[in-house]
T-cell receptor, first 112, second 113 residues
Framework: AQSVTQPDIHITVSEGASLELRCNYS??????LFWYVQSPGQGLQLLLK??????LVQGIKGFEAEFKRSQSSFNLRKPSVHWSDAAEYFC??????????FGSGTKLNVKP | SQTIHQWPATLVQPVGSPLSLECTVE??????LYWYRQAAGRGLQLLFY??????ISSEVPQNLSASRPQDRQFILSSKKLLLSDSGFYLC????????????FGSGTRLTVV
């Protein structure tokens, strides 16, 4: 069965520090990969996506993610975190265009 | 441009009462539509998805049901709510056959008391 794992439930970083959020998936084929962000009480906003090609993808708000096939990972990164980045981040995996599965999320806290 | 509307934003319902949450999409045709539930401290659980009018796929058996009476309308229902139905319900749409991912509604916070 397909699964998406975000091993870090909570992460705290200082403002200006770098950030990496982990995402691993299990499936035999290369899936479609996404990262979403959710502010409290809000819906989810798409940050970036990967389908094929260059394994390093750029997204909105200065985020990027790298697909590593050998590690079945799609980690989200940002070189310098801003206080407004505090939110919950979800990795999602799809194996066709009709249905996607989400990880359990990582809550990011940013210290001033 | 495409927009997705979901209502109500918050809802408090007694146990055993019925439920109806509505979601509509504008600016596109024949979208794929989805209902997700997000329980406290948990990720998003796919409840139902639909690739066309009257076509509903259920991911998790439970006392909820979904219907798609019109192309851009998706309704989540229950005849009798349980305490465990409390959570944050999100509607989403995507373009069929295209990998743009989902566009989510703003969610409904349901509290069953």
């Amino acid at each position: 069965a397909q699964s998406v794992t975000q091993p870090d439930i909570h992460i705290t970083v200082s403002e200006g520090a770098s950030l990496e959020l982990r995402c691993n998936y299990s499936y035999g084929a290369t899936p479609y990969l996404f990262w979403y962000v959710q502010s409290p009480g809000q819906g989810l906003q798409l940050l970036l996506k990967y389908f094929s090609g260059d394994t390093l993808v750029q997204g909105i708000k200065g985020f990027e993610a790298e697909f590593k096939r050998s590690q079945s990972s799609f980690n989200l990164r940002k070189p310098s975190v801003h206080w407004s980045d505090a939110a919950e981040y979800f990795c999602a995996v799809g194996y066709n265009f009709n249905k996607f599965y989400f990880g359990s999320g990582t809550k990011l806290n940013v210290k001033p | 441009s495409q927009t997705i509307h979901q209502w109500p934003a918050t809802l408090v319902q007694p146990v055993g009462s019925p439920l109806s949450l509505e979601c509509t999409v504008e600016g596109t045709s024949n979208p794929n539509l989805y209902w997700y539930r997000q329980a406290a401290g948990r990720g998003l659980q796919l409840l139902f998805y639909s690739v066309g009018i009257g076509q509903i796929s259920s991911e998790v058996p439970q006392n909820l049901s979904a219907s798609r009476p019109q192309d851009r309308q998706f309704i989540l229902s229950s005849k009798k709510l349980l305490l465990s139905d409390s959570g944050f319900y999100l509607c989403a749409w995507s373009s069929p056959g295209q990998g743009h991912g989902y566009t989510f509604g703003s969610g409904t916070r349901l509290t069953v008391v």
